[in-house]
């Protein structure tokens, strides 16, 4: 299954890698985007966007890259956004 795990507990919750998707929402979403909508502009499809959001799928480095540049922010804010709610 690789570094992700699905029955990942309360430790793993606090992981950057396992708030991505989350984050990924909560941006589209303050943007009043579809997936379907965030997934155009990043080149994406739409069901793997699902899956990213509700941690199903952990993207490449690259998607990541793609989706940053969608939502109009630096990767580098991107995974720190994601490393701030892993702390929480």
């Given at each position: 299954?690789?570094?992700?795990?699905?029955?990942?507990?309360?430790?793993?919750?606090?992981?950057?890698?396992?708030?991505?998707?989350?984050?990924?929402?909560?941006?589209?979403?303050?943007?009043?985007?579809?997936?379907?909508?965030?997934?155009?502009?990043?080149?994406?499809?739409?069901?793997?966007?699902?899956?990213?959001?509700?941690?199903v799928?952990?993207?490449?480095?690259?998607?990541?890259?793609?989706?940053?540049?969608?939502?109009?922010?630096?990767?580098?804010?991107l995974?720190?956004?994601?490393e701030?709610?892993?702390?929480?």
């Open positions: 299954m690789g570094d992700f795990d699905k029955r990942a507990g309360p430790a793993s919750a606090r992981r950057p890698s396992t708030r991505f998707g989350p984050v990924i929402r909560e941006l589209r979403e303050s943007r009043g985007w579809s997936q379907e909508q965030l997934a155009g502009q990043a080149s994406l499809n739409r069901s793997y966007m699902g899956e990213i959001e509700r941690s799928a952990m993207p490449s480095l690259a998607t990541a890259e793609k989706l940053a540049h969608a939502l109009d922010v630096a990767l580098s804010e995974i720190s956004r994601c701030r709610h892993a702390a929480a």
